[in-house]
């Protein structure tokens, strides 16, 4: 796993959510998540799967680019 991209992930995911003003149990259960599972994912210490990854931006309507962290792309 890389240490790095579980941080930056992590903290993307609890400024989203924070922003939306949901709790971690909300969105948890909103992606079909363990609390447990999603609480190591905001502490950097678990990456999502691609398919957590993606049910996490539908779910937050933003993108992946996002939650990893990279600039945004306007077309």
């Known amino acids: ?30 992606v079909d998540l ?11 210490k678990l990456l999502p799967t691609p398919s957590t990854l993606v049910d996490l931006c539908l779910f937050f309507r933003v993108s992946a680019n996002t939650l990893l962290g990279l600039p945004t792309v306007k077309a």
């Open 1 to 30: 796993m890389r240490a790095d991209l579980a941080s930056t992930i992590g903290t993307m995911i609890r400024s989203v959510r924070l922003n939306a003003g949901l709790t971690m149990e909300q969105v948890a259960q909103s």
């Open 34 to 44: 363990p609390l447990l599972a999603y609480a190591r994912m905001e502490r950097g």
